[in-house]
């Protein structure tokens, strides 16, 4: 089809039904990597990016099961820390599985993803606000291999030549969430997958404030409740 006609005048009416956000379920996915907990994560869109975040999660040892949109997540037990690029370099978005896998296993292999090349779209900020709150990162043979002791809370500010960056905000959050201290992130993304990641993680047991804002203070709590029960 190369064209759309649109004659006007008409009403319109009808109902709609609206499924999730793509954009909201991949982050929320990623961060249930976080707990050992039992989640269960409904209206979660049937996209082929999704399936291949599940499937990720699978090759990490995590349990995962959707049915219609209805994603539950066991991720008790899991102990592998690699990402293949078999999986990674499709999607972009699965680098948001590098701050949750770090600060849960101290270890992260994850491959650079789709779409990451220097230039258009860097992932520098991810790197950045990781390392400020205490990971050691380095780059091997297409990998981002990240380690750490004790993760830090700090105060980052998460600003680039292309301004916020929604997976950057994302993945700091998330790590933040399971570091000793407070984390403040300035420039932080407002969009409102980031207020859905925001919401998840406060159900999950995160202390999280200024969401939705850039010029609010974020903080992320010192620690989440041992046991989580997370819907969204």
């Known amino acids: 089809m190369d064209k759309f006609i649109i004659e006007g005048g008409v009403r319109l009416k009808g109902d709609v039904e609206l499924s999730g956000s793509k954009n909201a379920a991949l982050p929320i996915l990623a961060a249930t990597l976080l707990t050992d907990s ?6 979660i ?7 291949t975040m599940l499937r990720i999660m699978r090759v990490l040892g995590v349990r995962v099961n959707m049915e219609d949109d209805v994603v539950i997540v066991e991720p008790a037990g899991y102990s592998n820390y690699m990402a293949p690029y078999k999986l990674v370099s499709t999607m972009r978005a699965s680098i948001c599985v590098l701050g949750p896998i770090l600060a849960k296993l101290k270890h992260a292999e994850v491959s650079m993803p789709g779409g990451c090349v220097i230039g258009p779209r860097p992932i520098d900020l991810h790197l950045k606000g990781l390392r400020s709150i205490g990971a050691d990162i380095r780059i091997e043979h297409g990998y981002i291999v990240a380690d750490v ?13 292309f301004g916020s960056s929604v997976l950057a905000t994302a993945n700091l959050m998330m790590a933040a969430t399971l570091a000793k201290g407070k984390t403040v992130i300035e420039n932080a993304a407002c969009e409102p997958e980031i207020e859905d990641l925001t919401n998840f993680l406060i159900k999950m047991g995160a202390k999280i404030k200024g969401r939705g804002t850039r010029s609010e203070e974020r903080r992320v709590g010192k620690e989440c409740r041992s046991r989580w029960s997370p819907y969204h």
């Open 149 to 161: 002791k004790q993760l830090r809370g700090a105060r980052v500010y998460l600003g680039g030549n």
């Open 45 to 51: 869109p049937p996209l082929r990016d999704v399936y």
């Open 38 to 43: 039992r989640c269960v994560i409904k209206n």
